[in-house]
T-cell receptor, first 114, second 114 residues
Framework: DGGITQSPKYLFRKEGQNVTLSCEQNLNHDAMYWYRQDPGQGLRLIYY???????QKGDIAEGYSVSREKKESFPLTVTSAQKNPTAFYLCASSIEAGSGHEQYFGPGTRLTVT | GNSVTQMEGPVTLSEEAFLTINCTYTATGYPSLFWYVQYPGEGLQLLLK?????DKGSNKGFEATYRKETTSFHLEKGSVQVSDSAVYFC?????????????FGAGTRLAVHP
């Protein structure tokens, strides 16, 4: 079965530590995305990547970094510079970045920083 | 700018009741429109979509019609079930800056009671 996997489902970290969230897809999609979801709010775009070795900042990129060394993988690092990192993080992919293509989402990682 | 407005929740219904969740949008150009559903603790799943005016998207008994004249994409279901309890997100996709940007509403929580 094709899909998007995110691991782990729950992640706990101490303030001041960097943490990397995993996202893998076997859908052969070119485009991948990272979103952040806070309680009672819609999703906000952190970073996106249209092809391997390319990525662009979204609406709330400060305090985050990404890499896209392989088509299947798009890990997100939450750095200590992110002021309010506790949130639910969702990874998504689409066939390509063109208009009209729906995005498919992973199950998400809930990050808690104390 | 581009934005999506959904009716505030929670929406509480009895099983077999009729459901309407309102969604209106503001966008330049001709966006594609989507409804996504999020079950507790999970990622988002695409429920239905419409890519041009007067298109009707449908899936699992849910329907929504792309109304350009009223800039709306209201979600309806004739008879809800307890298993429909979830958060529903309306979204639009615009091709901006070289990629397919998804803009989400804040979500509407639906609770269906037996």
């Amino acid at each position: 079965d094709g899909g998007i996997t995110q691991s782990p489902k729950y992640l706990f970290r101490k303030e001041g530590q960097n943490v990397t969230l995993s996202c893998e897809q076997n859908l052969n999609h070119d485009a991948m995305y990272w979103y952040r979801q806070d309680p009672g709010q819609g999703l906000r775009l952190i970073y996106y990547s249209q092809i391997v070795n390319d990525f662009q900042k979204g609406d709330i990129a400060e305090g985050y970094s990404v890499s896209r060394e392989k088509k299947e993988s798009f890990p997100l690092t939450v750095t200590s510079a992110q002021k309010n990192p506790t949130a639910f993080y969702l990874c998504a992919s689409s066939i390509e970045a063109g208009s009209g293509h729906e995005q498919y989402f992973g199950p998400g990682t809930r990050l808690t920083v104390t | 700018g581009n934005s999506v407005t959904q009716m505030e929740g929670p929406v509480t219904l009895s099983e077999e009741a009729f459901l309407t969740i309102n969604c209106t949008y503001t966008a330049t150009g001709y966006p594609s429109l989507f409804w996504y559903v999020q079950y507790p603790g999970e990622g988002l799943q695409l429920l239905l979509k419409a890519t041009k005016a007067d298109d009707k998207g449908s899936n699992k008994g849910f329907e929504a019609t792309y109304r350009k004249e009223t800039t709306s994409f209201h979600l309806e279901k004739g008879s809800v079930q307890v298993s429909d309890s979830a958060v529903y997100f309306c979204a639009l996709a615009v091709f901006s800056g070289g990629y397919n940007k998804l803009i989400f509403g804040a979500g509407t929580r639906l609770a269906v009671h037996p």
